[in-house]
Nanobody, 121 residues
Framework: QVQLVESGGGFVQARGSLRLSCAASGATHVIKAMRWFRQPAGTQRELVAEIITGGNTNYADSVKGRFTISRDFAKNTLDLQMNNLKPEDTAVYYC???????????????WGQGTQVIVSS
């Protein structure tokens, strides 16, 4: 099992910056990938950015060039640096960890509790 706790959300004006952090604990040694999702009010959860073990990163088109995902293996943290924020970035942001148990050929997903980001125009 993996436990995830997000922090760093808040209120910011458009074109401002925020840094989200996610602290992972538990079976972090079997984490295959970590991701940030967001869920604006009344809509579905969407992938914002991911980092795969090995270092590959992927971003949603809407955040490319503005957001940067990073992972610190020593501290077991996942960060999301968000620059040039826009009102449409307003959402609850969730940290996700995918683990892979090779012997069982199974993957599991774990979620944090979410942190609210509000961007005013």
């Amino acid at each position: 099992q993996v436990q995830l706790v997000e922090s760093g959300g808040g209120f910011v004006q458009a074109r401002g910056s925020l840094r989200l952090s996610c602290a992972a604990s538990g079976a972090t040694h079997v984490i295959k990938a970590m991701r940030w999702f967001r869920q604006p009010a009344g809509t579905q959860r969407e992938l914002v950015a991911e980092i795969i073990t090995g270092g590959n990163t992927n971003y949603a088109d809407s955040v490319k060039g503005r957001f940067t995902i990073s992972r610190d293996f020593a501290k077991n943290t996942l960060d999301l640096q968000m620059n040039n924020l826009k009102p449409e970035d307003t959402a609850v942001y969730y940290c996700n960890a995918e683990t892979r148990i090779v012997a069982l050929n199974k993957s599991y997903n774990y979620w944090g509790q979410g942190t609210q980001v509000i961007v005013s125009s």
